[in-house]
Structures are given as C-alpha cells and as structure tokens.
T-cell receptor, first 113, second 113 residues
Framework: NAGVTQTPKFQVLKTGQSMTLQCAQD?????MYWYRQDPGMGLRLIYY???????DKGEVPNGYNVSRLNKREFSLRLESAAPSQTSVYFC????????????FGPGTRLTVL | AQSVTQLGSHVSVSEGALVLLRCNYS??????LFWYVQYPNQGLQLLLK??????LVKGINGFEAEFKKSETSFHLTKPSAHMSDAAEYFC???????????FGQGTTLQVKP
C-alpha cells in the first residue's frame, strides 16, 4: 500500500496563476483533508470531505476550492494564486471519524512569486 | 473554544537525556489525543494516540504519553534521547464528529551530542 500520495512534490507559481494539487489514498478511507503548514502556526485545515460526495470548509478556505473526485481522490485547486498561499500543503485521510487518527501524505511545497 | 497548546516552540536536550514535550488541551476537546512527528521535508507520522482505556500510552521509537484529565495534559516523554529523535513534534486533538484535528503549534526537538 502506498498510503496517501500527493502530486506534485514542489511547485513554483506566479501570482494569478492557477493549479491543482492532487491527493489519493489507497486505504479505503472515508474522510479526507487538506491542510497548510506555515512556520509557527502548526497545521491549519483548509477543506475536508467527510465522505464521498461531500465537502466542507475548514479554518482557512479562502482562495481555495476542492473536489472529491471519488473515494480515493481529493484535489485542492488554487484559482488565482497569491504570495500568501506560499506554504506546504498536506493531504490526510482517516477511516474512523469517531477517533480521528489521520494518515498524512508527504506534502507539496508551493511557492507563489 | 477548542484548542491544543504546546508549551515551548523549541526544546533542546543532550543525547541520552530525558525528553519532555508538553501539551495541554482545552476541556472542550474530546479525549482523543495524538502525537505526531515530522522529520525534515517529510509528512507527519503518528507516534501514539489516546482514545480510551489506559492513560499511559506507548508509541513508536520509545516514546510514551500520559493522559491526565485533571490537568488537561498529554505530555510526551522518552527516557533517553537519541540523535535521530531530532524533529518537529505536534500534539493534536479530535475537534468534532467530523474527525477534524486541532493541532498545537509544534515543538522542535534538538538533540545535542
């Protein structure tokens, strides 16, 4: 099992450009999450999908959109990138909402110039 | 408000010394608590978790944590630090029935030879 995979690993964008971050999990998990990590701020939830077909906003959703393509895949889109979106993005998934243990991907390092 | 607080953004210990990383949670956070470790340029890896039952939880790599409800604490310890323990550590609690995690700000552990 690959666990949670993310593509790309690195990306540099210019202000105003768009891109989609891809995430897939092969653990048959129901719920998936997108976080961003910034120095000194821990991880902040952007969007999550409690189950296939549903998505909800997290703590910092502005400037992002998501798509739960199927049970395996959950993508994050930046429609018009801004320098404030320079960050490391992590995707995670969990099988059991009641406990909340999450498994994380390796991350995407995004720089917006 | 639900919150998880890690006391000390940086902790430095000598190799072989006791490691103590502090975490406190607000009483509104359900008692499902986690410690994650992040090595440089990698994703988060689960060290240990507390859900129910025994309040002393053992994890990987010799780490353990004790859930103390009266103190709303979940401190992480390891009797003897190893150079390979140098990393960033995150305490997290389950925030709601959606499985969302609330993260502390992180503690960077430095191990000196």
């Amino acid at each position: 099992n690959a666990g949670v995979t993310q593509t790309p690993k690195f990306q540099v964008l210019k202000t105003g450009q768009s891109m989609t971050l891809q995430c897939a999990q092969d653990m048959n998990h129901n719920s998936m999450y997108w976080y961003r990590q910034d120095p000194g701020m821990g991880l902040r939830l952007i969007y999550y999908s409690a189950s296939e077909g549903t998505t909800d906003k997290g703590e910092v959703p502005n400037g992002y959109n998501v798509s739960r393509l199927n049970k395996r895949e959950f993508s994050l889109r930046l429609e018009s990138a801004a320098p404030s979106q320079t960050s490391v993005y992590f995707c995670a998934s969990t099988l059991d909402l009641a406990v909340g243990e999450q498994f994380f991907g390796p991350g995407t390092r995004l720089t917006v110039l | 408000a639900q919150s998880v607080t890690q006391l000390g953004s940086h902790v430095s210990v000598s190799e072989g010394a006791l490691v103590l990383l502090r975490c406190n949670y607000s009483s509104s956070v359900p008692p499902y608590l986690f410690w994650y470790v992040q090595y440089p340029n990698q994703g988060l890896q689960l060290l240990l978790k507390y859900t129910t039952g025994a309040t002393l939880v053992k994890g990987i790599n010799g780490f353990e944590a004790e859930f103390k409800k009266s103190e709303t604490s979940f401190h992480l310890t390891k009797p003897s630090a190893h150079m390979s323990d140098a990393a960033e550590y995150f305490c997290a609690g389950r925030g709601s029935n959606t499985g969302k995690l609330i993260f502390g700000q992180g503690t960077t552990l430095q191990v000196k030879p």
